[in-house]
Structure formats: structure tokens, C-alpha cells
């Protein structure tokens, strides 16, 4: 302990001290935009990856948001639908997926529980900075509309003013909703089974988005022709979007009765969402905050059991291709992240969920063409490389990465073991069942199995795929934070599977056409042979890197 | 100053905190104690207003633990043995938030937060420059403990306040505590390192499936039941009696 005289130099002095509910506030913006934990040594160089991807994520929204501009003098209503639609699709995804960690943090628990603030109070000043930050990505988005509304063929400079209302809240409505979600299962599940219920609802609402975003229209398109929103037809009162784009309609465009009458409706529906999330139900987010405490009592009372993945290891054919120790643990070890952990979840399954889109619309497209199609069955294949590449790159991040600190630890000379593990893992529980999946929406979408050899190339490059995330030993899984996760690397690297899978595609149908396919499948395999035997050997000498 | 009456929890079927019952006066040093499961931190956490009892209430500083759970944070400070903080803040972000969730002032703040730098002999930039999560574990155990105090209450929880201490702080600690109750402060100390419990504490609670065991000072108790030391009668009272025996049994299965 250090005598008075070695007192450090006074702090500055500071102003009078802020409300407990503003201080809240800035906690948790100051959470979200910094991520919950770092391993960085300084302030300055501390990982601010969820800030500065919120600001790139800002500039893709606006970017995204210039799409808008296909709707220069369209009526007011059809770019509001749109408007409202991808905003409410965005937002929906940003905040389902926030919304689990930033309101019911088990650490929080022992920080805050026992300070003078109430769970309202904490839960107002989530919901506070969950809005702000949706309305920041709304506005982003919005950002185009807001010009070309006032260009519309009834719209006018009334527009952006009604739209920025309406977005707020559309922004507030969809916060309301995910909480509300939360307070309902929490009230009828309780916390125990919350977590796992939300962590499937997220990643639903995540596989929906993109589904509605990209597939249903396309769908619609190919039924009817076209897609026509009209303010009068009985279903658009059954979407959201069209509530907002009918209050936008109302105040700025034609203002006819029906535009009045669904402004009305998400006027009302926006009032009974806030007033059961934060006022009703809130009750029950302080019961939820209490059980968490109790989580670790609770769940001492589960039946212990085998998992069925610890049986499945120990019987052909997983028995013999994990005869490695070290491997298999590193196979359980990522199996049961795969199946259990809400974070490593919530990163993976969102993920994937646009991966099977592509094929899927290549598929549409090949679909009814005279030639035959069969590029959209090579692209499929192809494409399934993506999804040991991206997982495996996702698996490396872990809240609970200090724990991996056990590897180093271990009497292993290098890391590959646990890579392989990582890797097989992925194979059969990613991979092969979307695989099975892929292989079947090429039946049912073309009607025949002709064009099924195909997929072929893309199978037989899978291996390699597999192993491009494991070279030098970065695949171990679970080692890194999650602040470090480096998204525009593995959108590179997403893009550079992407055109090799159109260029396999490409030969491969120029092969199929030419009358020797059968003779490329004999050389790729080849090739694919010892590229891996090579990737192997690479790995095997792998060494740990230093820690920081 | 601190008053259980027939404080229970139960989870399920499963009764954690068995009708507890007891009172603490102002300036002592309570050591509570128990084996793993014993109860010791939910009651800890009750006492918090962290949960809520199942059954019985307690009052703390006159202020009834259901009826007036705010008033009851205000007058206690809590050292959970987590150590948890928020560890994409600084130390002096963290404990500036703290302070002003209890409406402390900045510039009083900031002059308290000097004085527990100079104490805990904390570097002023790693303070102010470093982050939380790149703290070592006793660094950041300072932190929280400076968090506990730092608006000066007069009810402290310490759940494991010396895990990861050094020798040094650890000593400090153990003055710093023994001088705040002969100041009128109330501490209630939970470890399971039981030398320092009974060096430090005027009076020890042992609690056991959640129902209280002993009740007594230190000194006395272990006169009482012939023991020797409060860790023998620890282990006498709560079962680990063979334990010696079991581990030189398991000690041998190591043999090559």
C-alpha cells in the first residue's frame, strides 16, 4: 500500500454527478459500441470493432438504401411498402439478435444488481440505446428514400418529415416487439428455457429475413408476374410495413381513406407493444433479471445425462475417422458449441442462412431454360465450400475464449489436432446435412436427377474449402474474443469462394456439354489429392503463435 | 444494523437458504462461513436485493429488505466473489459509472477514487488508460472492492474479497477492514481461507444446507468444542472430519 505522499497527480475535475438513468445509458452505449469484453491493453488500441462496424454498417445501409432510387416517381405508398419493409427486416435482425445480451447478462447481474437502480430503470436504458442505435441504421437506410419521396408521383416536401415519423416509429414498434417476445417467454417459460427458445427464434427470424428479402419475391414474380401494392387491398393490412407506409401515404402522399385507416392501425399497434414491453410486462423483466441469478442453482437440478454426440463418436463411422484423442475432443468440444452456446449460435446459423439462398436463386433461374440449365446445379456444389470456410473461420471466436488458454497448455507441439476436430465437426454437422439439403433442392427444383453429377466438382473441392481456414493453425476453435471477429476479411475471402465456385461451374458445364466431364472429375481429384496431402503437411508443422 | 428473520430461499424443490435467523450490530466483523453450497452467497445476494427471498425478510439499517429494496442498496456495499466488472471500460470509467449510481457527485468522486489509487497502490494510468479486461485478477479485485466502498456505506458484503490479492493488499485489506469497523461499519465476510476469518472476525456464523450451524466468537467456539483452530472445527462440524485420511488415500493412486 503507498503512503500519502506518493499520492498520483489530481484528476481532473469533473461537473456535478449524472442521473443514475443517463449514466445507464451511456454504460450501455458505451458496451454496444465497445463490445462486452477486451483483452485490449489500452484504451486507444482497445478492439472498437462493434463501433467501427457499426459505422461501416452505417455506410452499407446508406449504400443499400440508394436502391430506393428505382422508385423515383413511384407512388408514395409502394416506396414507403419498400422503405418500411427492408427497414422493419434490418431492424428486426439487429435488435432480435442484440436484444438476448443486452438484457440479461448474467456478469451484469453481480455489477448492477445491488447498486440503488431499479430493473425498470436498467431495462429503460437498454431499450434507450437498443432505439438509438436502430434509429441511427434506419436512418442510414432511409437515408435516399427521404429524397426520392419527395420526387414521387404524389409525394411532395412533406415527405421526409411523415417518413422520419413513421420510421421512429416502425423503430420503436420493432424494439417493443423482440422485447415483448422476451417478457412473454419469460413469463411463460421462464429463463432457464429462454435462452435457448430466443437463441432458435433469432435464428429464424434471421433465415426468414433473408427468405422474405430475397426468395419470396422472386417466388411472387414467377407466380404472378408481378408484385402490385395497393393502400386498398384487404392483405396489406395483415403486414406492418404497409401500417408506417399508410401513415406516410396519409400525411404525404394521397391521403385517402384507406392510407388513414392503416395509419391508424400502427398508430394503435405501436401504443399496445410500448405499453406492454415497458409498462405492463416490465415486471416480469425484474423476475428474469432475479432467476439469473438463480440460473446456476436451477440448473444443478437437470438430469445428467449422455449426449447423444459422446455415443455417436464411439460407433463406426465417426470411431474411425476420429481415432486421434485430441481430435475427438476438439469434435466434441465444437460439436457441443454448435448445439448448445446461444453466442456461437447466433454467429453461425444467421451466417449460413444467405448461403443457401444463392443456389437457390441460381437454381430459379436455370429453372424452365431451353438449353437445359445446369450451371445453377455446378454453382450449388461449388458453393457448398462456403460453408466450412465461413464456419469454421466464425467458430474461433467465443466469449469464452480465455478458456483455450488449456490448449497451449496441453502437451501438443502445434495446434493442428484441434483444427481437424474443428473441421470434422463442421463436416458432419454443417456441412453433409446441408449437402443432403442442397441435393435435394436440385431434385425438386428441376423435377430430374440428370444434372445431379453436377454437384460433383463442388464435392470432390470441399476438402480443400475445409481446410483454407485451418492453414497455420488459425482454426482452433473457441481461442479468440469475439471483439476481433474480422467481418471484411471473411467477406473477402466469402467473395473469392464465390467466383471460384462460378469458375468450377463454368468448367465444370463446358466439361458436361463437351463430353468430358468424367475425365475432369479424374483430374480434379487428382489435384484435389495433393493439394490436401499438401494442406495436411503444412498444418501438421504448425506451431502456436505467440500470445499477445 | 443487520437483521435476518427467518430469511429463506428455495429453487424449486431445492431449499438453498433454510429460515435463517440472526442480528449484527454496528462495528463488527461477522465471518460467514460455510462449505461449498452451504448457502453462504445467495444468502449474501439476498441481503443485496440481488434476489428475492423466497420466504422471512431482513432489515438492514432499519430498512426492510422487501419493502425498501433501494433504500437497503444504498446503505450496503457488495463484493462478489465473481470479481465481475464491465471489462471494456477503464478502472476510472468503471468506478465513475459507479459513482454515479449512487449520486455522488464527479469532483467528490474523483477525489474518493484518488484516495483508493494511493491505498491500493494502483498505477494512475493503468487507471485511467487501461482497459478493465487487460487488468490482472488482483488489479481488477481492487477495482471492485474500491467499488463496494466507494460511496461510503455503512453495511459491506465480502465474498472472497482476498482471491487474487497479493500478500501485500491482502495484508492492507485485512487492516483496512478491522479499521472501518472499529469505525462503526458493519462487515459481514465470507472465505473459506478460515486462518484469516479467525484472525480478523469478532464473530463467526457457520451455516450448513442452508441452516445456521454456530454462532459465536471465534475464540470461544473453539474452546468450546476443543478443536484448536476454527478450521478443525470447520471440518468437524461440517462433515470433513475423514478428509485428511481421503486425501492421503487418493494421493496414492498417483504413485507410479
Redesign the interface.
Known amino acids: ?2 503512503a ?1 505522499s ?15 438513468g443517463r ?2 445509458r ?2 450501455f452505449l ?2 454496444f459500441l ?11 488500441s ?1 478492439p472498437k470493432s462493434v463501433g467501427s462496424k457499426l459505422a461501416l454498417a452505417l455506410v452499407f445501409y446508406a449504400l443499400f438504401g440508394m436502391f430506393a432510387l428505382f422508385f423515383l416517381q413511384q407512388p408514395v405508398f409502394a416506396l414507403s411498402v419498400y422503405l418500411h419493409a427492408m427497414t422493419l427486416v434490418f431492424l428486426g435482425m439487429f435488435v432480435a439478435a442484440s436484444a438476448g445480451e443486452v438484457l440479461f447478462n448474467k ?12 430493473p425498470r430503470a436498467l431495462l429503460w436504458a437498454k431499450i434507450g440505446v437498443l432505439t438509438e442505435v436502430s434509429l441511427w441504421l434506419a436512418g442510414a437506410f432511409n437515408l435516399t428514400g427521404f429524397f426520392v419521396g419527395i420526387g414521387g408521383k404524389d409525394g411532395g416536401w412533406l415527405f421526409p418529415i411523415t417518413h422520419a415519423i413513421s420510421t421512429i416509429m416502425e423503430a420503436l414498434f420493432c424494439t417493443g416487439t423482440v422485447v415483448l417476445v422476451y417478457q412473454l417467454c419469460l413469463r411463460w417459460f421462464g429463463r432457464e428455457r429462454l435462452d435457448g427458445l430466443m437463441t432458435t427464434a433469432q435464428v429464424f427470424v434471421a433465415v426468414a429475413a433473408v427468405v422474405a428479402g430475397q426468395v419470396v419475391p422472386r417466388l411472387l414474380i414467377r407466380i404472378s408476374g408481378t408484385i402490385k401494392f395497393n393502400a386498398g387491398s384487404w392483405w396489406i393490412g395483415l403486414l406492418p410495413p404497409a401500417w408506417f407506409a399508410g401513415f406516410d401515404d396519409a400525411f404525404a402522399g394521397r391521403g385517402i381513406r384507406s392510407s388513414w385507416e392503416l395509419a391508424g392501425f400502427g398508430l394503435a399497434a405501436t401504443a399496445v407493444v410500448l405499453w406492454l414491453a415497458f409498462g405492463k410486462l416490465a415486471r416480469d423483466y425484474e423476475t428474469g433479471l ?1 432467476t439469473l ?2 440460473a446456476s ?2 440448473r444443478s ?1 437437470r438430469r445428467a445425462g449422455r449426449r447423444w454426440v459422446d455415443v455417436l463418436v464411439h460407433v463406426p463411422p465417426l470411431r474411425w475417422w476420429l481415432r486421434d484423442p485430441v481430435v475427438r475432443a476438439s469434435f466434441l468440444l465444437t460439436a457441443a458449441y454448435l448445439v448448445r452456446d446461444r453466442d456461437v449460435k447466433l454467429r453461425i446459423y444467421p451466417g449460413l442462412a444467405p448461403m443457401l439462398v444463392m443456389p437457390f436463386i441460381f437454381l430459379m433461374q436455370d429453372h424452365g431454360r431451353s438449353d437445359g440449365g445446369g450451371f445453377g446445379v455446378a454453382f450449388t456444389g461449388g458453393y457448398l465450400g462456403l460453408i466450412p470456410l465461413l464456419a469454421l473461420n466464425l467458430l474461433k471466436y467465443s466469449q469464452q475464449w480465455q478458456a483455450s488458454d488449456m490448449f497451449r497448455a496441453a502437451p501438443m507441439p502445434g495446434p493442428a489436432p484441434l483444427c481437424h476436430g474443428a473441421r470434422q465437426a463442421v463436416c458432419w454437422f454443417l456441412t453433409f446435412p446441408l449437402l443432403v439439403l442442397f441435393g435435394l433442392m436440385v431434385w425438386l427444383l428441376r423435377g430430374e436427377n440428370l444434372h445431379l453429377p453436377l454437384l460433383l466438382p463442388g464435392i470432390i473441392a470441399l476438402p480443400i474449402y475445409a481446410l483454407i481456414p485451418c492453414l497455420g493453425g488459425k482454426a482452433v476453435p473457441l481461442s479468440l474474443p469475439n ?1 476481433e471477429a474480422k467481418s471484411a476479411a471473411r467477406g473477402l475471402s466469402m467473395i473469392g469462394v464465390m467466383l471460384v465456385s462460378i469458375a468450377l461451374s463454368g468448367l465444370a458445364l463446358w466439361a458436361w456439354s463437351g463430353g468430358w466431364f468424367k475425365w475432369l472429375l479424374l483430374v480434379e481429384t487428382v489435384l484435389v489429392i495433393a493439394f490436401y496431402v499438401g494442406m495436411r503437411l503444412s498444418l501438421a508443422a504448425a506451431r502456436w503463435r505467440p500470445l499477445e | 444494523m443487520i437483521s435476518l428473520q427467518h430469511l429463506t430461499k428455495r429453487f424449486g424443490a431445492q431449499t438453498a437458504v433454510d429460515s435463517l435467523s440472526f442480528e449484527v450490530p454496528a462495528g463488527q466483523i461477522v465471518g460467514f462461513l460455510g462449505p461449498n453450497g452451504a448457502g453462504k452467497s445467495t444468502t449474501l445476494k439476498m441481503l443485496t436485493g440481488m434476489i428475492e427471498p423466497s420466504q422471512g425478510t431482513a432489515t438492514i439499517c432499519g430498512f426492510d429488505l422487501r419493502r425498501e429494496p433501494l433504500e437497503v442498496k444504498r446503505r450496503v456495499g457488495f463484493v462478489p466473489e465473481s470479481g465481475a466488472v464491465f471489462e471494456s471500460l477503464t478502472g476510472l470509467e468503471y468506478l465513475e459509472m459507479v459513482a454515479a449510481l449512487y449520486a455522488i457527485p464527479q469532483d467528490a468522486a474523483r477525489a474518493r477514487i484518488q484516495q483508493f489509487i494511493a491505498f491500493f497502490d494502483l498505477s494512475f494510468e493503468t487507471l485511467t488508460d487501461k482497459l478493465l479486461g487487460a487488468y490482472s485478477k488482483g488489479m481488477r479485485r481492487k477495482v471492485v472492492i474500491t467499488a463496494a466502498l466507494l460511496h461510503n456505506p455503512p453495511v459491506v458484503f465480502f465474498d472472497e474479497p482476498l482471491d487474487g490479492l497479493d500478500a501485500n493488499a491482502a495484508v492492507g485489506f485485512k487492516a483496512l477492514i478491522q479499521t472501518l469497523a472499529r469505525e462503526g461499519k458493519t462487515i459481514v465476510y465470507s472465505s473459506h481461507i478460515l486462518d484469516v476469518v479467525e484472525r480478523v472476525c469478532d464473530r463467526v456464523i457457520i451455516i450448513d444446507k442452508g441452516k445456521l450451524l454456530l454462532d459465536g466468537r471465534p475464540d470461544e467456539l473453539v474452546a468450546a468444542h476443543g478443536t484448536g483452530t476454527l478450521e478443525r472445527l470447520f471440518t468437524k462440524l461440517t462433515g470433513g472430519s475423514e478428509l485428511e485420511r481421503r486425501a492421503e488415500d487418493f494421493a496414492k493412486t498417483f504413485r507410479p
Do not use: C
Open positions: 500500500m503507498n500519502p506518493d499520492t498520483p497527480p489530481p484528476l481532473q475535475a469533473a461537473g456535478p454527478a449524472l442521473s443514475p449514466t445507464l451511456r454504460l458505451t458496451l465497445r463490445g462486452r469484453s477486451s483483452r485490449g491493453l489500452r484504451k486507444e482497445a456478469d451484469e447481474a453481480d455489477i448492477l444488481m445491488h447498486r440503488p437502480v431499479t432475479q441469478n438463480e442453482a436451477i437440478q471483439e
